[in-house]
Every structure is written in C-alpha cells, then in structure tokens.
C-alpha cells in the first residue's frame, strides 16, 4: 500500500504550476490599471495647471511692476512737459524784460509761475548783455536780478512770502517785498550752462547737471532762447530757464516706492543717477551706479550694448540670492533712462504661495479621489477576482461546493450566473466522462483530439455473475438501485488504486492501470483492487439479503500488455480508451471465470508483473480462449488468509 500513495506522478505538477506562478506574480487587475491611468491623467492635469498658473502669475506680477513703472514714467514726463510748456510760454512772452523800468513786470510773471509750479525750484530769464531776472524759492522765497552795466553787475534780492501759499488775499499782498538786499556781483548769466547750451543749440535744451549756485546742490535746467530786437533795432538773445535740484527730482520717481516694495531712479544720458527713490537726500556730487541692485541691472544693460541702453526694456535680475522683476524706458526728451525694479517676493509671493497652497489642496483631493476610486474598484474587481478563482475552478473540473459571488455591479451578476450555469452543465456532463482521465491529459499538456500511442497497460474487466437471471426477477427500479450502489462502490476501490474506469458496459466494468498515467506497479494495484471489492462486496450483499435483495457475486478477469491508448474517436466526439488484443484477451479471461467456478483470473504476463506479492494458484491446464487459437497459462487470485 505505500506504493499505493505514490500514485500521482509529482515530476509533472511543478511546470504546470510554473506559468501561472510567473502571471500571479506580474498580473495587474483592471482596478489598478483603471486607477493607474486616471491618476496619470490628474497628475498631468495638474502640472500643466500649475505650469499654467505660474506663468500666468509671472504674467500678473510682469504687468503689475509694468504698471507701477509706467506710473513713476507718466509722472516724470508730466513735469517734464509743464516744465517744457511753462518755459515756452515765458520765451514767447512779447513783452520780455530781465532788466530796467520794464523788469517789474516780468518778475510779477515769474513769480506767479513759480507760484503754479511748485514742481520746480527757480525759473528767470537771463540776456545776453549779462542781465538776469529770477524767481527762486530756495534758499529762500525771493525775486533775485543782476543787473551788468559795464564791468560791474549789482544783484538785488527781494524777499517775499513763499510762493506755495494757496491763500485767496489779494495777489498783490503776497507779492508785497518783505526786505531787500543789494551787493554787488561777479555773477553773469552768459557763462552759466543753461545759458551757453541753448543759446549755441538755439532750441530749447535739458542740461547736464550741475551746481545751482543759489542752493549749492545738483539739479538740472530747461532752457529755451528767445531772439528778438530791442528798441535800438539790435539783435538780443533772450534765455528762459527754469531749475529744478536733483533731490526734488528724486521726489517724482519716489512715487514708485511709496508701494513699500520696489524703486526706481533715473540715469543721465552719460550713465550717472540723477535720481533714485531710495535716497531722498539732497544730491551733491554725482554718483555711478555701481552698487546694490541699481549696479546689477545696469551691468545688466550694459552687456546689452547699445539696445540695452536705446530701448525700452523688462528682464527679471537675480541679485543676493533675490529675484527681481525690473523695468526700463527711455525719457526722449532729456535722454535719460527710467528704471524701476521690484522682488518678485513683493510682487508676486502672495500669488505664488496661493498657487501652491492651491496645488496642495489639489492633490489633497486628489488623493482622496484616488482612495475612493480604489475602494469603489474593489466593489468590481474583487467580485470578479473570485469569479476567476471560480472558473478556474470550473476549469479543472473542481464542480463541488463552487462559492457564490453576490453583487450590486449587473454585468457581475450575469457573470456569476453564466458561471453557476456552466458548472451546474458541467456537473452534469462530468456523470457521463472519466474526469480523472480529462484532468490529467489537461495537466499533461495533451491535445483534446483524435490521437492514441503504445502504452503497457493492466487492463481489468468485471462482470455480475448471473446477472440476466437476476434482472428478470426483480423490479427495473430496484435493479438501478442495486447497479448504482455496485457501481459506486467499485468506482472508489478501483479509484483509490489508480484505476481509471474506461467504460461501464450493462453490468460490467472496463478499468485501466497505466493509462493515461504510467505506473509502475500496475499489476499489484489491479490486484489488491480486486481483492478489495470482493472484500467490500461481502459487507453489501449482507446488507442487500437483510432488505430481501439478491446478492451479486462479481467475476474478475486481469491481462497486462501493449495497447494503442488515448482519444479516439470522430472530430466531434470523442472518448479515451484503449484498443488492442490485450484488451480482448482480458475480457475472454473474465469469462473464463465462468468455466472454471473462479473470482478472480489474471493472465501469466499479469502474474509476472506481480511478482509474487500476493497469493495466486496456477491453473494447470492451459485454457484456450475463445478467438485465440493458442492457450494461455492462468492464475487465480486468492484471498488473504
């Protein structure tokens, strides 16, 4: 018997577990694949959303510095134009006159520009034979006139209440001289710049900076030339001029800085600051960009050549580890360059941390998005993981005890149903086939066609000993049930011994050791078979008298040699059998049971095979077989003692 566990062949379980082993370890089930492409299609989604915001906000932060900086712009060409409209005005005067009886006047008309303009600090005319008439409000609120006769000059200030006050009192009050002072001056008109570069241009001009001599500070003048003719006929050169010192000019482009984060200033055409929002200091000596953030964007510009310096510009600058977002435009008029840089911290951090702060939440719900969508592909995939556990199930003919799948999904439910419907066909059909024999040519990799091969094989045949008697004599009913419970328990003996039942034919029984599986004991298995359902047969016909049934005694005949061995059949049915003389002399043997008043014969070839392990007895006359023109050398199986 402990050859009797070695019936399944292992060599041949480990390569057909090996695949599917490889698919288990590498399969992806539709849920992940599902949730796989719809997180890739979020991510993509979402990067190209905040790829998109980022510009968007590098787009808002650009426009938002542009805006403050066409400002600051719009406010330095404003007073450039008053000032430029201001001093065209007073040049264009008809009755013109920095000195003599007529000088009254035209210092009434400069104070009273100077009164409307507070923007800037100074404003006169000067003449070419060295006279000069001004209005200044520093160092004070006073109407100053030199006046040259020959080579002396006397200079005269005249004192007044400050030009800015927006009082309704009569005009004349607030012109009212408070004291007057008089010295004598080496000061002449003609030599001053604003004087000499108009009048050698003859066209109105920004100057250079320079030193206001009345407020010993920088500060820069526009100046136009008037000619006209003077009583005498001859020809005069007029200059109106009005001054304005750099500090207050560092007011107009502090309006950039007056956000609390960016600054701008303005470069002289030969690249010097005139003004910067950053330092409200008075401006006394100039300075060249070279420091701080300034100096980094004028490199900047610099490396740009000429194009950095003629055309309007918007660049980001990275200095001390800080983002900046800069600005600059040209001033036509003077020449000058208008720059204005912000961080972009200021600028745009708030934007930047709300897009962030946004992609946060984002994936935050997307996370959860992916766990919901993962918890409701359960719902599906884990139905249909155990509906594919159970067709494998099917598929291997494993039809008892088949698990239900319950689900809300309706494809699941006609899947779980076409299932159950297949198996409940299967378990049907499994009645009328040898499972055993399907399984193992599946699991063997055989092909479910026509096909047969030699195979030494152990064939056993069974017969019910006056079996038409006994079904003449009883009920059709009762005779099923007794076939049944014979037939039931000679299927698991023969089952338990590696036999495989080939055909059932009325009452008796074709079995197979060897085929579709070979092994090596073969005719010890059949043999101990045989003695086992002779021994279970008593304990049934004991069972079968006590309810007044007939006994049935059963005849065995057992022969081992070649045979063609596997499906046969037609294309469309099929059946798996062995063919050949073995087969015939096997089934001629039982009968001979008959004749000689045994249970149980095997042939010489059988009695061989089995090597003595049981007890047998020689038939000492050779029987002749019917269809067989030799005789053949018989053994009885005995029972043990």
């Known amino acids: ?66 805006v403050n900086h066409d400002r600051v712009e719009d406010n330095v060409l404003a007073f450039l134009s008053k000032t430029e409209g201001l001093v065209r005005a007073i040049a264009h005067t008809p009755d013109l006159h920095p000195a003599g009886h007529d000088g009254e006047q035209t210092a009434e008309l400069l104070w009273a520009a100077l009164e409307q303009t507070p923007e800037i600090d100074s404003i006169g005319v000067g003449s070419d034979d060295g006279h000069l008439l001004m209005a200044m409000r520093h160092p004070a609120p006073v109407v100053r006139q030199v006046e040259r006769d020959g080579r002396f000059a006397t200079e005269t ?22 004291r007057i002072e008089a010295f004598r001056s080496e000061d002449d008109p003609v030599h001053q710049d604003w004087f000499t570069q108009a009048d050698k241009a003859r066209r109105a001009v920004w100057t250079a900076p320079f030193v206001l001599p009345s407020m010993k500070e920088l ?66 000596k100039l300075e060249d960009p070279d420091d701080g953030v300034l100096g980094a964007l004028h490199a900047h510009m610099l490396a740009n050549g000429s194009r950095g310096w003629t055309e309007d510009m ?29 961080p972009e911290e200021a600028l745009m951090g708030a934007l ?21 969508s993962l918890r409701l592909s359960k719902l599906v995939t884990a139905p249909i993981e155990s509906l594919s556990r159970t067709a494998r199930r099917i598929g291997r003919l494993e039809l008892d005890d088949l698990p ?25 059909f499994r009645k009328f086939v040898p499972v055993d024999v399907i399984r193992q040519l599946i699991a063997e990799g055989h092909a479910l066609e026509p096909n047969g091969s030699p195979r ?41 011994h590696g036999g495989v039942i080939d055909k059932f034919m009325g009452d008796g029984i074709m079995v197979l050791w060897g085929a579709p599986t070979e092994l090596p004991d073969a005719e010890y298995r059949a043999c101990v078979a045989s003695l086992e359902l002779h021994a279970e047969m ?43 003389d073995v087969i015939n002399a096997a089934s001629r043997i039982e009968g001979i049971n008959k004749q000689l008043g045994t249970r149980t014969l095997m042939s010489e070839t059988t009695f061989e095979g089995l090597g003595g392990q049981l007890a047998t007895r020689r038939i000492e006359e050779q029987v002749e077989l019917r269809g067989r023109q030799t005789r053949m050398v018989l053994y009885e199986l005995l029972d043990a003692a």
């Open 1 to 66: 018997m402990a050859d009797d566990l070695k019936h399944p062949e292992p060599a041949s379980a480990p390569p057909a577990q090996s695949p599917r082993t490889r698919l288990r370890r590498f399969r992806v089930d539709v849920g992940t694949i599902i949730c796989a492409v719809a997180l890739l299609q979020s991510l993509l989604l979402v990067a190209f959303g905040y790829w998109g915001a980022e510009k968007l906000v590098s787009k808002v932060g650009e426009s938002a510095h542009k």
């Open 157 to 178: 200030w005249e004192y007044k209440s400050p030009p800015d006050n927006d009082s309704d009192e009569d005009p004349r009050r607030r012109y009212e001289t408070i």
């Open 219 to 284: 500060g820069v003048s526009h100046a136009r030339p008037s000619r006209r003719r003077d009583e005498e006929g001859a020809e005069r050169t007029l200059v109106a001029v009005a001054s304005v010192s750099l500090g207050h000019l560092s007011s107009l482009v502090r309006l950039f800085g007056g956000t609390g984060h960016g600054h701008s200033a303005l470069l002289s055409a030969d690249h010097h600051v005139i003004a910067r929002s950053d330092n409200p200091h008075s401006v006394r």
């Open 314 to 342: 918007a660049f980001p600058l990275l200095h001390e580890g800080m983002h900046y977002q800069v600005q600059t435009s040209l001033i036509p008029a003077t020449g000058w360059r208008l720059v204005s840089w912000e």
């Open 352 to 372: 930047h941390r709300n897009v962030l702060w946004s992609l946060l939440l984002v994936l935050a719900f997307l996370a959860i998005a992916l766990f919901i």
């Open 404 to 428: 239900r799948e319950s689900s809300r999904v309706l494809e699941i439910q006609h899947l779980n149903q076409a299932l159950d419907e297949s198996a409940r066909s299967l378990q049907a």
């Open 456 to 496: 030494r094989v152990t064939v056993m045949f069974t017969d019910v000993e006056g079996f038409t008697g006994i079904s003449e004599s009883m009920p059709a009913d009762v005779l099923m049930r007794q076939l049944t419970d014979y037939f039931n328990l000679a299927t698991r003996v023969f089952a338990r």
């Open 538 to 580: 008593k304990e049934l016909n004991r069972r079968w008298q006590s309810e007044g049934l007939q006994p049935f005694r059963t005849r065995i005949g057992i022969h081992t040699g070649v045979v063609i061995a596997g499906v046969l059949g037609s294309s469309d049915r099929l059946s798996y059998t062995a063919l050949g």
